[in-house]
């Protein structure tokens, strides 16, 4: 008898506000990975691959594009964001020349000693959100822990002043819906009040560090340059923005992700507090078991061919990250979180050009706050009866609530 084929999910379905999307999402992946591979989601006029074959190529690919402006029109790279002749992209939507001159500015600014250098603040933030947990008995790790953490450390990297954080964490956590083609008026409001606010912050503290250098990123970047080329206000600002939405609410997830894995699979926890050598190696499994980003896009810029499907020019080229660390063909037994994984390679930083710039802090983050936490409260356990929420935020996968008990 032979397998049955169930209906492809398409659009909106393929994103975590969808249901069964965002807490089981290999029903949907493997489907499509089973039956179409490389698929045609007509309802937003994009191509979305599954393999991981297929998406490495891409994420590889120099000649494909990153500008939504390069796509055809009503296609899905359009639904983001307003692209008309005011429309310029930032450092993650930049192709080439833009994007390499940026990118290169950037570098010698966010670059991995940076985030080496920022491990002393990090392990401070660490352990005095910990400290401040109200009841250190039963607490909610995102809210206490998760969520202001990232935000705090990028701020103390922005040059950002303490007594302003709690209104940048605001104006950040705002910015959620970015992805979203299909926010409510409110989401979108919220979102705009929030960016405006944001970008008038950052045009004061340029303004005063012009004046002023210190040690910190923004001062930084006002004195990067290369080959004569400085950075304008409007690319610093878009910069600064950029890093504060990477450096928040995909590194929450991360290490959300990251506690429930551990604490969902206690024999593997066991293993980490026995080896703590293995750190680095637990948080790259941790990328590829729970990803915090879904998903990566790219336009093809002339008519190409991928897995046997032709692919034609403008159409955007959705690539579910997701589905490339549970592929079983590059992952063996990829439903096991194994933090000693002999090859922990994954996809969720994306790749190619375009290769998180701000991998190195998420991870030093990462590796610095999952350890703490669990050595700070040896019996965490996961609050009996209380389930894991997981967000509805397009292209991110993290958790919303995650109640525990620590004795």
């Not at 004046?211 to 690319?235: C, V």
């Not at 506690?259 to 024999?267: E, G, H, R, T, Y």
């Not at 997701?322 to 990829?334: E, K, V």
Request: hydrophobic content about 35%; some cysteine; overall charge negative.
């Amino acid at each position: 008898m032979s397998e049955t084929k169930c209906p492809i999910p398409s659009g909106m379905s393929l994103s975590a506000l969808d249901p069964t999307f965002r807490d089981q999402p290999n029903e949907y992946i493997d489907q499509l990975r089973s039956f179409e591979p490389v698929y045609r989601d007509r309802e937003f006029d994009r191509v979305v691959l599954t393999r991981a074959e297929d998406i490495d190529m891409v994420l590889n690919h120099r000649a494909l594009a990153k500008d939504p402006r390069k796509s055809r029109p009503g296609s899905y790279a359009r639904m983001i964001d307003t692209i008309d002749e005011n429309y310029r992209p930032s450092m993650l939507f930049a192709d080439d020349p833009d994007h390499k001159r940026l990118r290169s500015l950037v570098a010698k600014a966010f670059n991995l000693q940076s985030a080496d250098a920022m491990r002393p603040r990090i392990l401070e933030v660490a352990n005095r959100l910990l400290d401040g947990i109200p009841d250190p008995r039963h607490f909610d790790v995102v809210e206490v822990y998760s969520n202001p953490l990232p935000t705090i450390v990028i701020a103390a990297a922005l040059g950002i002043d303490e007594c302003d954080q709690q209104d940048f964490k605001r104006w950040s956590d705002s910015q959620g819906h970015v992805f979203n083609p299909r926010r409510t008026k409110e989401e979108s409001a919220n979102m705009a009040s929030g960016r405006e606010a944001l970008q008038q912050y950052f045009a004061e503290i340029i303004k005063k560090r012009r004046k002023d250098r210190g040690t910190d990123l923004i001062s930084n970047l006002i004195s990067a340059e290369e080959d004569g080329q400085k950075l304008t206000e409007a690319e610093i600002i878009s910069l600064c923005y950029l890093l504060l939405i990477a450096g928040n609410l995909t590194t929450t997830d991360l290490i959300g992700n990251g506690v429930l894995a551990l604490l969902k699979n206690p024999d593997e926890l066991a293993k980490l507090r026995a080896q703590p050598e293995l750190t680095r190696n637990a948080i790259e499994e941790i990328l590829r078991y729970d990803s915090p980003v879904t998903t990566a896009s790219r336009i093809a810029t002339r008519p190409m061919n991928i897995g046997g499907v032709d692919i034609e020019e403008g159409q955007p080229i959705t690539l579910l990250l997701f589905g490339a660390n549970h592929d079983p063909s590059a992952h063996p037994h990829p439903g096991k979180f194994d933090i000693a994984r002999p090859d922990a390679y994954h996809s969720s930083f994306g790749g190619g050009s375009h290769f998180c710039i701000g991998a190195p802090l998420a991870r030093a983050e990462a590796q610095i706050a999952i350890p703490l936490l669990f050595a700070r409260f040896p019996k965490l356990r996961l609050t009996q009866g209380e389930f894991p929420a997981r967000k509805s935020l397009v292209s991110l996968n993290g958790i919303r609530t995650l109640w525990v008990d620590t004795d």
